[in-house]
């Protein structure tokens, strides 16, 4: 993309704009030894600490092997950088992931000629061929091979001019390097010793620079000195260094003084050293840039030199004359008012003999104190005080009232002059001579009128020191105020604080934080005007409009400086840009611009003024606007690491995903004062492209899997916009969408597959066994049931039989006690009927007979054969009674066991008493025995606990 840009004529008069860059920002070494610049407009600089790097924004340090000082540098502009220090020379190269990395040559060098063991002074890239030169070889390096050509003096410098090498043998003389060998320059011994610098002069000539004999010239066949006004200077301060400038300039850097720059006639253009802005008087290196910027390798620190600027600055760097209030040029004088006085100095003084533009400032005996405005009336200066207002006469000034505060002067008439003071408004008229002189005060306003004019009706316009706007009308003979009218927020001003007016295109507007304004005859009120607010843009809320040349205004916003041009009805155009660097620099609300002729301002900042050259910053070239460069990619997900470092769209770059919250750094390699703001597009993530910013880096977080195209663009000055650069960055999946877990999750797929069908064969196979095992358990349950009923049925049977024998055994059981009882019964009624039998002779029966028929019945009756039979008997059908009987209670006799079986079989007493041969009265005797042969408590049952035994 094309910036449009031009190349002006550096002047003498100030110094050009310089930007310092200190060691405190670019964290490195001191010295910077040599200056380069690649293909995509990054500077490095040879540091003592190692090869360091500036885009326009960002710095960075990269190091040598063993920390090594960078001594030279140079770029091919292919992407490698080439560097050298002691004993080490090679290249620097982005790698895949632009990391800058080293690449080091010395093992190309051929084995008999190392190690080197010497510092690399020079590097320049010829085409194909890169040259390192040391003070005792010249290292060739072309198609991966070395060739060493070797000088049999120590050399000093080697200089590439053209397609030329020159090179000085120590107490020889110059040589050229031709054809890998060095050959003498005849004549060179006029040069003497320590030849610092050859540049190209004019056709053939070379201009060649030395440390102490000042400037010789070479035209390839015979060297002369050069006679020029920079020869003396640099013999006494040290010529170390030099640069060509614009094809017609030449800027030589010093050992003591910094930089002087001569044109082709010899003549000094101008001088920076620390005391107008360098950081250093000792120049390490030079190096001019394609927007010719000058840059500056200095013992301690780097400088940019803008000499192509329209605008020069002078500094009062020893605060002599305090804060400049307004500054003009008049009779070949320029003067300062400043608040400790009015300063003059001679203006182009001493034509072409001396170096360049010289000031000395001296004060103006009498006007000590503040001055607030210089201003030039027909021929006359005056200069408001604020002791009075005085008319300047060369060195001298002349007090014409001493009426104090006078803050501005304005043309009332083509003979009066009204004047805003701290208490009203004075008039003045002209003498005789043309000499301004005091007239008279304005009776009856007395307020502190900050600013005055006058609009097209007559009527005066003053902006009050503090609070609102006054219109005053004046009587005829313009001695009195006949009438004034106070304006304020209720009159529809936007406010009754800071409101200012002027005459801006011969229209009265007033001035505000809101806009500007106009007042309105018919509604007596203020109304916003819209269309000069539109077209000024952010120069709306201006504080204060001076007047220019040929339709032009200056509009400062508080600080800020703009020009715009009204000179074509019904189209306004602003230039604000290539006023930035004096932004912040002059005095707030006492703003002072002037015109010397018709195309150079003298502009007053607060330590002194500026020149512009209104021709040069309107002179326009085509040159080329860089790309804005991506320099870092990080990761910010903990903690910040740095992920990529790349100045190319080439190389895509893979973020694991989780590192996928991440903060992209871009900038601009332009480097002159410029508001550069940016604008970015993340296609893939954003929906449009976002709004213009100054920020130089940009945060996405939590970005999912895929590919995103970064884009990004610079406008410079709100009006040059670049092309869009493309970053590609890839955030891969996490571990789990990973290829490799892909093809584990096919593989687990296909296993788990192969696992299920496997499982279900299996489960088939099992369910089939199982059916079959489940057919062979019912088949076997089924036989046990059947075999278990069978037994269960056998069991019942013989349950059955057992219950049929039990029954019929207690039957029998019964059936034999019970014919014992009746057996009994009837011997007890035998023998008691034999008690009444007689023999035949009707006598009763002998006593002997009766006992013997008595015994024979009793032992019937306690026959033990009916007991055993018995025993046995109720044995079969009490199973083990009587066992378990005797075991728990061994003290039992036979006839307790017979009373407990017949208990046990529940026989009445009746019964018992029968089958025990005894009474009732002795069964219950024996009933009670028994109980408590049992051990039985009161309210147990003796039949039951027999029963249950």
Not at 338 to 352: H, K
Not at 809 to 816: I, T
């Amino acid at each position: 993309m094309n910036l449009l840009a031009h190349a002006a004529d550096i002047k003498s008069i100030g110094v050009p704009y310089v930007q310092n860059y200190t060691k405190a920002q670019y964290q490195s070494g001191n010295q910077n030894w040599s200056v380069t610049r690649d293909e995509h407009g990054i500077m490095y600089f040879g540091n003592a600490e190692g090869l360091l790097s500036f885009d326009g924004k960002y710095w960075q340090l990269n190091r040598m092997p063993h920390g090594l000082i960078v001594r030279a540098v140079a770029a091919d502009g292919m992407g490698k950088v080439y560097a050298g220090g002691f004993g080490e020379f090679g290249y620097w190269q982005n790698n895949k992931k632009g990391f800058l990395t080293y690449y080091s040559l010395i093992n190309f060098i051929p084995k008999k000629y190392q190690p080197v063991k010497e510092e690399i002074w020079k590097i320049y890239v010829d085409k194909d061929k890169v040259i390192f030169q040391a003070f005792s070889s010249i290292y060739i390096y072309s198609n991966g091979e070395i060739t060493v050509v070797k000088s049999p003096k120590p050399l000093l410098f080697l200089f590439k001019t053209g397609s030329r090498y020159f090179a000085e043998q120590i107490n020889t003389g110059l040589f050229e390097l031709k054809n890998n060998k060095l050959v003498y320059i005849k004549g060179s011994n006029i040069l003497g010793s320590r030849v610092l610098s050859v540049l190209p002069f004019q056709k053939g000539k070379y201009l060649i620079g030395t440390a102490k004999n000042g400037l010789f010239l070479y035209d390839g066949e015979t060297i002369k000195p050069w006679q020029n006004q920079a020869n003396d200077f640099l013999k006494n301060y040290q010529l170390n260094n030099a640069v060509f400038i614009h094809d017609k300039y030449f800027a030589f850097g010093t050992i003591l003084n910094g930089i002087v720059i001569i044109d082709t006639t010899g003549n000094v253009v101008q001088h920076l050293n620390k005391s107008s802005g360098l950081q250093n008087n000792t120049v390490l290196s030079l190096y001019v840039d394609t927007e010719q910027n000058l840059w500056a390798g200095l013992d301690n620190g780097i400088d940019r030199i803008e000499v192509n600027s329209p605008l020069y600055f002078y500094f009062d760097k020893t605060g002599r004359f305090g804060t400049v209030y307004s500054s003009i040029i008049f009779n070949n004088k320029i003067y300062l008012g400043t608040n400790q006085g009015l300063f003059y100095s001679e203006w182009l003084p001493g034509g072409n003999n001396q170096l360049l533009q010289a000031f000395d400032f001296k004060l103006i005996p009498g006007s000590q104190g503040q001055v607030w405005e210089l201003s030039l009336q027909d021929g006359r200066l005056l200069c408001s005080h604020n002791d009075g207002t005085f008319q300047v006469n060369g060195s001298t000034i002349t007090k014409i009232t001493s009426l104090s505060g006078g803050w501005t002067i304005k043309k009332f008439n083509t003979s009066q002059l009204i004047q805003g003071t701290y208490n009203g408004l004075i008039i003045y008229s002209k003498d005789a001579q043309g000499n301004w002189k005091f007239d008279h005060k304005i009776e009856g306003f007395s307020e502190p009128s900050r600013s005055v004019e006058q609009d097209k009706k007559g009527q005066i316009w003053v902006s009050h020191a503090y609070k609102g706007i006054y219109k005053v009308t004046l009587s005829a003979d313009m001695k009195r105020a006949v009438s004034q009218k106070y304006y304020d927020k209720l009159s529809g001003l936007p406010d009754s604080y800071n409101v200012g007016v002027f005459n801006l295109d011969n229209n009265i507007v007033f001035s505000s934080d809101s806009g500007f304004y106009v007042y309105d005859d018919i509604t007596d009120r203020f109304y916003k005007y819209q269309q000069l607010n539109k077209k000024l843009h952010t120069f709306s809320s201006s504080n204060k409009v001076i007047a220019a040349i040929g339709g032009k205004y200056w509009f400062i916003n508080h600080g800020r400086v703009a020009l715009a041009n009204l000179s074509v009805p019904g189209k306004l155009t602003i230039d604000s840009n290539r006023f930035s660097i004096l932004n912040g620099q002059m005095v707030q609300n006492y703003e002072n611009i002037n015109l010397i002729n018709n195309i150079i301002y003298l502009i007053s900042i607060d330590d002194g003024f500026v020149i512009l050259n209104d021709k040069d910053a309107l002179s326009k070239t085509i040159i080329n606007l860089p790309d804005v460069l991506i320099r870092k990619v990080e990761n910010v997900t903990d903690k910040t690491t740095l992920l990529s470092n790349t100045n190319s769209d080439d190389n895509e770059v893979a973020i694991p995903y989780n590192q996928n919250n991440i903060r992209i750094a871009y900038s601009l390699p332009y480097y002159k004062q410029a508001k550069i703001k940016y604008q970015y597009y993340l296609e893939g993530y954003s929906k449009q492209w976002s709004d213009w910013t100054f920020q130089t880096q940009k945060e996405f977080t939590n970005l999912n899997q895929g590919t995103y195209h970064f884009k990004v663009r610079a406008k410079i000055n709100d009006e040059n916009i670049t092309k869009a650069t493309t970053f590609t960055f890839v955030i891969l999946p996490p571990w789990y969408a990973g290829k490799i877990a892909l093809t584990i999750y096919v593989l687990l797929l296909a296993f788990a597959i192969y696992s299920i069908r496997y499982y279900y064969r299996s489960k088939l196979k099992r369910h089939q066994q199982e059916i079959q095992e489940k057919l062979q358990r019912e088949k076997e349950e089924f036989l046990n049931r059947e075999a278990i009923a069978n037994e269960q049925h056998i069991v019942t049977i013989k349950n059955e039989q057992l219950q049929a024998d039990l029954a019929s055994k207690s039957r029998e059981l019964a059936n034999s006690a019970m014919n014992i009882v009746y057996k009994n019964e009837l011997l007890q009624k035998i023998s008691d009927e034999i008690n009444n039998f007689k023999d035949s002779t009707g006598k009763k029966l002998s006593g002997d007979q009766l006992k013997k028929i008595h015994k024979v019945i009793e032992e019937g009756m306690s026959d033990d054969r009916d007991w055993n039979v018995f025993e046995n008997s109720f044995n079969e059908a009490h199973e083990n009674f009587f066992k378990k009987l005797k075991q728990g209670h061994p003290d039992l006799v036979p006839n307790d066991l017979k009373l407990c079986a017949y208990l046990r079989m529940n026989m009445s007493s009746k019964e018992m008493a029968s089958l025990l041969n005894i009474s009732l009265r002795g069964v219950e005797i024996r009933r009670y025995r028994l109980r408590k042969k049992l051990n039985l408590e009161h309210d147990k049952n003796l039949v039951e606990f027999l029963i249950e035994l």
